[in-house]
């Protein structure tokens, strides 16, 4: 079955630096996202992107955040400045509507851990 | 947005059938309801999803009754791998709607 990968599985870096989280969808979905997981918390929506352009984002999601796909096959998050309360892990989900067999599943990769110190 | 609630865990015991009821009193009419795994440092895993009546799949039952104010996802024969958060999700489907993550069911499995 095709995944959703995502590199580095653990990124640890220091206060007030930038990170880009990496994430290579399933080849044919066209429906991106990136949620969070603060340890012990409840999994919380960040951004969703289609069409080169984002769809929707959340509170979480400020000015210190930004998605891109660079080369059309990778779909990335930078955070500009990382603070403290940015560590997480951080999980890209997928989702092809055109399938239908799957009723709009959202696959998600297997996460990077983000320690911000 | 739909409030979900279903229980902070359960216990089983291998081979037992496992069944989570989430309650969703103000579903809306074009509202689905999802059900979704994660393993510890994993991912969420789509399980099952419905509108209305019943599902089955190769791993799991959900049950909607008519009003759709609740439902219950049924696990037959839990094995000690079924251990995991489960998640009752409603809401929209398809690709320009975000996924809404409660705090979900802890379920353990025990010999």
């Known amino acids: 079955e095709p995944e959703v990968t995502q590199t580095p599985s653990h990124q640890v870096t220091q206060m007030g630096q930038e990170v880009i989280l990496r994430c290579v969808p399933i080849s044919n979905h066209l429906y991106f996202y990136w949620y969070r997981q603060i340890l012990g918390q409840k999994v919380e929506f960040l951004v969703s992107?289609?069409?080169?352009?984002?769809?929707?984002k959340s509170e979480i999601f400020d000015d210190q955040f930004s998605v891109e796909r660079p080369d059309g096959s990778n779909f990335t998050l930078k955070i500009r400045s990382t603070k403290l309360e940015d560590s997480a892990m951080y999980f890209c989900?997928?989702?092809?509507?055109?399938?239908?067999?799957?009723?709009?599943?959202?696959?998600f990769g297997p996460g990077t851990r983000l320690t911000v110190l | 947005l739909a409030k979900t609630t279903q229980p902070i865990s359960m216990d089983s015991y291998e081979g037992q059938e496992v069944n989570i009821t989430c309650s969703h009193n103000?579903?809306?009419?074009?509202?689905?309801i999802t059900w979704y795994q994660q393993f510890p440092s994993q991912g969420p895993r789509f399980i099952i999803q419905g509108y209305k009546t019943k599902v089955t799949n190769e791993v799991a039952s959900l049950f909607i009754p008519a009003d759709r104010k609740s439902s219950t996802l049924s696990l037959p024969r839990v094995s000690l791998s079924d251990t995991a958060v489960y998640y009752c999700l409603v809401g929209l489907t398809g690709g320009g709607n975000k996924l809404t993550f409660g705090t979900g069911t802890q379920l353990k499995v025990e010999l």
């Open positions: 103000n579903i809306a009419t074009n509202d689905y």
């Open positions: 989900a997928t989702l092809n509507p055109l399938t239908g067999g799957r009723n709009n599943e959202q696959f």
């Open positions: 992107f289609y069409n080169n352009e984002i769809s929707e």
